[in-house]
């Protein structure tokens, strides 16, 4: 089993920045892909971006740049990085982690609000 934490949401004007960060613990030896992803209301969850054991990442196209995803093994910690940002960014956002088992753990989600 793997828990997954995340952190760092909060409100801010449209063109400012975020860092988020999602905490593993459990069986993280086990954790390979982790990503991030988010749900806006009344839409789909989708994937932001991804980011592998091996550190090699990609992003939604909509992203074009604005996002950076990375991991601290040492710490279990991926984090997102948002700079940018738009009120079409608001949603919550959610940490997720693949095992090698081919299990998906999900966090709780946070919640980021960008004002215009």
């Known amino acids: 089993q793997v828990q997954l934490v995340e952190s760092g949401g909060g409100s801010v004007r449209a063109g400012g920045s975020l860092r988020l960060s999602c905490a593993a613990s459990?069986?993280?030896?086990?954790?390979?892909?982790m990503a991030w992803h988010r749900q806006a209301p009344g839409k789909q969850r989708e994937v932001v971006a991804r980011?592998?054991?091996?550190?090699?990442?990609d992003y939604a196209s909509w992203v074009s740049g604005r996002f950076t995803i990375s991991r601290d093994d040492a710490k279990n910690t991926v984090y997102l990085e948002m700079s940018d940002l738009k009120p079409e960014d608001t949603a919550v956002y959610y940490c997720?982690?693949?095992?090698?088992?081919?299990?998906?753990?999900w966090g709780q989600g946070t919640q980021v609000t960008i004002s215009s």
């Open positions: 997720s982690a693949n095992d090698i088992r081919g299990s998906v753990y």
């Open positions: 980011i592998n054991s091996h550190g090699s990442a």
């Open positions: 459990g069986s993280i030896g086990s954790i390979g892909l």
